[in-house]
């Protein structure tokens, strides 16, 4: 089942980043990959706009998660979310996985 969201913004940006599985990787500023279940508070990871994160929190939990992808094809924008997270997008689908 497909539902559409139609918004202009997302309410924080920190729910994009809620969901990741223990198998996700992360980038180190190091250059080295660590997966999510080894990843600890304090490490530094490299950011999507290449400068450091610090991990501050680590928090774990069972919940359903969604997929949300774009409904223009030209190009893949998506990514996973929990249904916990406050999002509100323009232009997507919300896929239950």
């Known amino acids: 089942m497909q539902t559409k969201i139609t918004a202009s913004f997302f309410a924080?940006?920190?729910t994009l980043n809620e969901g990741y599985g223990?198998?996700?990787a992360f980038a180190t500023l190091k250059g080295k990959v660590v997966r999510a279940e080894d990843i600890k508070?304090?490490?530094a990871l490299l950011?999507?706009?290449g400068t450091?994160?610090?991990v501050e929190s680590i928090?774990?939990?069972t919940r359903p998660m969604y997929k949300v992808e774009s409904i223009r094809r030209q190009k893949?924008?998506?990514f996973k979310v929990s249904g916990d997270g406050q999002i509100?997008?323009?232009d997507f689908v919300v896929v239950k996985n």
């Open 47 to 49: 950011g999507p706009d």
């Open 22 to 24: 223990p198998d996700v």
């Open 52 to 54: 450091e994160r610090i």
């Open 76 to 78: 893949y924008y998506g």
């Open 41 to 43: 508070v304090g490490m």
């Open 59 to 61: 928090w774990s939990g």
């Open 88 to 90: 509100l997008l323009s």
């Open 12 to 14: 924080h940006p920190a």
